[in-house]
């Protein structure tokens, strides 16, 4: 009778760490699948550039502080953040920012709604009477699989 129960308890604890070990190797694969995804997504980042006018950088930042920003925002326009280069001649008067999208089609689709915002249209009016910007330039970039930030 002791045997049997020696058995049973031995067959147990056996089912127990297979249990385990399948449970552990399906969590781990999960997981590594989980950054094989992201790494795989559409999401894509927008890096602009904008050139201003010889001394109007500050009010262009202003722009972007008071008003822009809280427009990009409500058009679900994800800044991730905004510069402005020191110490190099070549990029003097020069402001930039980087946004993050699910997709590229998410970031034409949002675009798109704030050019169509009255509030924007506002922005852009004052922008033809007091020109702060001589040249924007703006780039699509998707993370490398390696990209700490995806």
């Known amino acids: 009778m002791k045997i049997n129960s020696w058995n049973s308890n ?8 297979l249990f385990s070990f399948a449970a552990g190797s399906l969590i781990t694969a999960r997981l590594m699948h989980g950054n094989q995804v992201r790494a795989d997504s559409n999401r894509v980042f927008e890096l602009r550039v904008y050139h201003a006018v010889p001394g109007k950088l500050p009010a262009l930042e202003a722009r972007f502080r008071d008003t822009t920003s809280k427009l990009l ?8 953040g905004y510069w402005v280069p020191e110490g190099a001649p070549a990029w ?15 970031a034409k689709k949002n675009w798109a709604a704030l050019v169509a915002d009255p ?5 852009i009016k004052s922008e033809q009477a007091n020109k702060l910007v001589e040249k924007e330039e703006s780039t699509y970039m998707r993370p490398t699989d390696f990209s700490p930030l995806q």
């Open 10 to 17: 031995r067959w147990t604890v056996v089912g127990i760490a």
């Open 73 to 80: 925002a409500k058009h679900n326009l994800k800044v991730l």
């Open 92 to 106: 003097d008067n020069t402001f930039v920012d980087i946004l993050a999208y699910a997709s590229q089609e998410e």
């Open 119 to 123: 509030e924007f249209q506002e922005v």
